[in-house]
């Protein structure tokens, strides 16, 4: 099931916009048509508004890497079509105390 976000609805091929992709862990895509200078958190916000969740409890990811809220898509070199990963953020993680050993 796929959802069309962002200010510009056309599909015309422009040198300042991009069309993002974002991924959910669930395999539902929402796409997005930001300017290549605007800051990521405005996608992330967005993301999170229409998925109603907590922006803190998302790891946007792309090639593997976090992104941070005040990059922009110039800054990461990213291409039209580019795919980000949001995955909901696991905090903790290490091995079991020695206690429970």
């Not at 040198?15 to 669930?26: R, S």
């Amino acid at each position: 099931m796929s959802q069309q976000a962002g200010a510009v609805q056309d599909k015309k091929p422009s040198g300042d916009h991009i069309n993002l992709k974002v991924k959910g862990q669930d395999g539902n895509e929402v796409f997005f048509r930001i300017k290549r200078s605007t800051q990521m958190k405005k996608l992330m916000n967005a993301y999170c508004g229409r998925q109603s969740v907590d922006i803190a409890s998302i790891a946007f990811l792309f090639d593997g890497r976090r992104l941070r809220a005040e990059q922009t898509p110039d800054e990461l070199e990213m291409e039209d079509g580019d795919e980000i990963d949001a995955m909901l953020h696991q905090t903790g993680g290490t091995a079991c105390p020695s206690r429970y050993h």
